[in-house]
């Protein structure tokens, strides 16, 4: 079964202190590996999509790193603003799932000043 | 830019009661797609369409019926309200009709409270 499994729960941290998230994953096939954004009464907001072991790619403070079993979430001295939960979404290649993504529940992270 | 407008914002029902969820995208993506969103738990797929004229169930579709009205728009109806039903509901709709990558982007959420 496609699974996805996101720690820790919640994560506290001072501005500028540095830290990982992790996104673990079983699936069939990975076809792509998805970070979103969420803030506090809005929707999802696209992050990064990352196709095979190896790749990275970043924004601003933000890191995203891709293994063939699990993915991080790097934040480089957060401030306050990325204050988020971030949700992690795998993207399973069999058939008849029209490429649908299964979500982990998130991590909350909260950046103190 | 619109993007993915969903209405209304928030809703209180009574068990039994029924009613629709709108959603519409300016973005002229082909696939749409229902989510729910329940506290520790995370995003469920209700419905997705993969282009206009298909629905398909996702993972807990009970309870509910969908309809692609045409490219844009993609509604939620719940027949008869009951409480299981309290929720977050997002739709979503994917840039690449289900391909590899396919970067869904998310409405504001319409949050529904089932009395």
């Known amino acids: 079964e496609d699974q996805v499994t996101q720690s820790p729960e919640a994560l506290r941290l001072q501005e500028g202190e540095s830290s990982s998230l992790n996104c673990s994953y079983t699936v069939s096939g990975l076809r792509g590996l998805f970070w979103y954004r969420q803030d506090p009464g809005k929707g999802p907001e696209f992050l990064f999509t990352?196709?095979?072991a190896g790749e990275e790619k970043e924004k601003e403070r933000l890191k995203a790193t891709l293994t063939k079993k699990e993915s991080f979430l790097h934040i480089t001295a957060p401030k306050p603003e990325d204050s988020a939960t971030y949700l992690c979404?795998?993207?399973?290649?069999?058939?008849?799932?029209?490429?649908?993504?299964?979500f982990g529940k998130g991590t909350k992270l909260s950046v103190k000043p | 830019n619109a993007g993915v407008t969903q209405t209304p914002k928030f809703q209180v029902l009574k068990t039994g009661q029924s009613m629709t969820l709108q959603c519409a995208q300016d973005m002229n993506h082909n696939s749409m797609y229902w989510y729910r969103q329940d506290p520790g738990m995370g995003l469920r797929l209700i419905y997705y369409?993969?282009?206009?004229?298909?629905?398909d169930k996702g993972e807990v579709p009970n309870g509910y019926n969908v309809s692609r009205l045409n490219k844009r728009e993609f509604s939620l109806r719940l027949e008869s309200a009951a409480p299981s039903q309290t929720s977050v509901y997002f739709c979503?709709?994917?840039?690449?009709?289900?391909?590899?990558?396919?970067?869904?982007?998310f409405g504001a959420g319409t949050r529904l409270s089932v009395l």
């Open positions: 990352l196709y095979s």
């Open positions: 979404a795998v993207q399973a290649g069999k058939r008849g799932s029209q490429g649908n993504l299964i």
């Open positions: 369409s993969a282009s206009e004229g298909t629905t």
């Open positions: 979503a709709s994917g840039s690449r009709a289900g391909g590899q990558g396919d970067i869904q982007y």
